[in-house]
């Protein structure tokens, strides 16, 4: 685990943060792990919709991005709109307690634009595959 304040580097707080950890952060990819809780969306009988796995990505994603940032001396962004491009689900509901590694890596990026791919699994097996496509609001929108 690195020693990484995630709020520091993430926009999103509780109930809606998801991520408890960041196991690995570089420029291009991150690696990241999250204990499915009721309070998380989507949650229903002692378990989560496997939809959830999106945000997951997205937030790890976000972590990818901001720890970058805060490396070159500059602010953690606030300002993504996302897009989902594709997701495959393996499962359709994850259990309370169960714990998720989630890897995401950056396939493209062009100034403001960026394409994410990312893969949620739980111990060996792969729960969700997800490819996202993020659109980073400008600098100067950003600092109002």
Do not use: C
């Amino acid at each position: 685990m690195l020693n990484v304040d995630i709020d520091s580097i993430i926009p999103h707080r509780e109930p809606i943060k998801m991520l408890t950890e960041v196991l690995e952060a570089r420029a291009s990819s991150g690696v990241a792990a999250a204990v499915v809780s009721s309070t998380w969306p989507l949650f229903e009988d002692g378990a989560v919709n496997s939809l959830v796995l999106i945000e997951a990505v997205a937030q790890t994603a976000a972590v990818v991005e901001g720890y970058k940032r805060q490396k070159q001396g500059k602010n953690a962004v606030k300002g993504w709109m996302v897009g989902i491009k594709s997701a495959h689900f393996f499962v359709s509901s994850i259990t309370v307690n169960t714990r998720l590694i989630i890897s995401v890596t950056s396939k493209y990026t062009l100034d403001n634009y960026a394409v994410m791919e990312g893969e949620i699994k739980s111990g060996e097996d792969v729960l969700a595959t997800v490819v996202l496509q993020a659109l980073r609001l400008n600098e100067e929108d950003i600092q109002k």
